[in-house]
Every structure is written in structure tokens, then in C-alpha cells.
């Protein structure tokens, strides 16, 4: 994806910060919150994360559409586990027959806010490098590059592969299929699963035969360093993320 970000924020927001620092960054946070123990500090990770977010240059809408599907998730739990834990007399409130735990809802809301901060981190670092940037990174911190060229050409190819789901499932329509709870919609879907499967196939080969065609060799040619001008930022960014990925457990664990 890209951001057409002013250029006071492409110098000094989290869109100038090179890729590899900005994934080292997410996983160092990532590992420290998610081995928080308290409300407190996990709720110290969210605002930490939302600062993050700020300063990523990212558009509220934006990030609204990937966090609701999170908090969705959550809601789920908020449902569950207040119900699901054995109810004890100090801590329980009684509806009833219904008994509310409050250590399922702690932990509710502990997990919640664990959540929220680990997806707003992941959101704001690597967000805001394209998915070529992210893989270049990613073959640059050591990960395989079989598996980094997959997750670069299925990323490319999800939205063909949307497409022809769209047009087979419209073609259908037109002829006369109505979705139901039946055998005969059963076998229809089976159908058009296994007609997007083999025409993906099809056009895999085609694009890996345009991609030898290309000069591809099984592995994307790395792009250049990026200038050491943007270094500093980068530095401070995983300087900074370190530091506040050893100080928060350290406060769960100490407090």
C-alpha cells in the first residue's frame, strides 16, 4: 500500500523509517506485550501503540477498518469467559441462574488490551511499508526467500484470484442459481470451488511462465540499500521500542 503523506511527515513520520527496523521494532514489542500479566501495563502498550499510530500518518477510517474486526474477536471473549470461569462468592455477580466471574472479565480485558496493542504496533511499522518493502526486509533479517517469494506473488495474485471468484459466482446467477440450504446448492458450490481452483492453476502457470519470460529466477532481486540519511530515524524507532519492550514486562512482573 501506499501513503500520500505530506512531506514534513514523510521526513520525520514512521513512513521514512526503513522496513527491516520497523518489523525488529513490531516484534520486540509484540513479544513484550504479549507477555504482560497486568492491566496497567498493558493498558501503557495501547497508548504506547496509539502513539505509534499517530505518528504512522495513517487515516482514522483506515485504521478503524482493521481494528473492528479485532475487537470483534474480543467481544467474543468478553462473552465467554466471565461465563466460563468456575464463579467464586467475593467476585461473582448473580443474575439468577447466571453467576459473572470478575477474574473471566480481568482477563478479558487484559487479553483485549494486549490485543489492541499488538495489532496497532503491527499496523503502524509494518503498515506503512509497502508488502515488496516488507519482503525485501524480511529476506534481509534472514527468513527463507522460498517463502518470502510466496508471500510477495500471493499477495499479488489475491485480487485476480477475487475476480475470478466474482465472475464465476456471477455466472452462475445468471444462470439460475440461488444460494440454499440444499443438496442441490451443496454440489453447485462444490462446483464453483473446484472451477476457481482450477482456473487459479491456469493462471499461475501463465504468470509464472510471463515471470520466466521476465528473467525471474526464483528470487526477486534485492533493491538498494536505502541512504544512510534515514538511518537516525530508524535507530531511534528500534531504540525506543527496545527499551519500551524491556520495560514493561519488567513493570507486570515487578509492580
Known amino acids: 500500500m501506499e501513503f500520500d503523506l505530506p512531506d514534513q511527515e514523510r521526513a520525520f513520520g514512521l513512513r521514512a523509517v526503513p522496513a527491516r527496523k520497523k518489523l525488529c521494532a513490531a ?3 509484540s513479544i513484550a506485550a504479549a507477555l504482560l500479566s497486568r492491566p496497567l501495563p498493558a493498558f501503557a502498550a495501547c497508548v504506547f501503540a496509539a502513539l505509534l499510530l499517530w505518528r504512522s500518518g495513517l487515516s482514522p477510517a483506515f485504521v478503524a477498518r482493521r481494528l473492528v474486526p479485532v475487537n ?3 467481544l467474543f471473549l468478553w462473552l465467554l469467559l ?3 470461569f468456575a464463579p467464586e462468592p467475593e467476585t461473582a455477580l448473580r443474575f439468577g441462574p447466571v453467576s459473572l466471574n470478575a477474574s473471566g472479565a480481568a482477563l478479558a480485558l487484559l ?3 494486549k490485543g489492541n496493542a499488538i495489532a496497532a504496533a503491527l499496523l503502524a511499522l509494518a503498515g506503512t511499508s509497502s508488502v515488496p518493502e516488507n519482503g525485501h526486509a524480511l529476506i534481509r533479517l534472514g527468513l527463507p526467500e522460498k517463502l518470502v517469494v510466496l508471500l510477495l506473488v500471493t499477495h499479488a495474485n489475491l485480487e485476480r484470484m477475487a475476480d475470478e471468484y466474482r465472475r464465476v459466482f456471477q455466472a452462475a446467477r445468471l444462470r439460475g442459481f440461488r444460494p440454499a440450504t440444499s443438496m442441490a446448492s451443496y454440489g453447485t458450490y462444490a462446483k464453483l470451488v473446484g472451477l476457481l481452483l482450477v482456473r487459479s492453476w491456469q493462471r499461475a502457470q501463465r504468470v509464472e511462465t510471463a515471470m520466466r519470460l521476465r528473467g525471474f529466477r526464483g528470487r526477486f532481486p534485492l533493491i538498494p540499500p536505502q541512504g544512510p540519511g534515514r538511518d537516525p530515524a530508524g535507530s531511534v524507532l528500534l531504540a525506543v521500542c527496545c527499551a519500551v519492550a524491556v520495560a514493561l ?5 515487578y509492580a
Request: cysteine-free; hydrophobic content about 70%.
Open 249 to 253: 514486562p519488567l513493570w507486570s512482573w
Open 72 to 74: 470483534v474477536f474480543f
Open 27 to 29: 516484534l520486540a514489542f
Open 111 to 113: 487479553i483485549t488490551l
Open 82 to 84: 466471565p461465563l466460563s
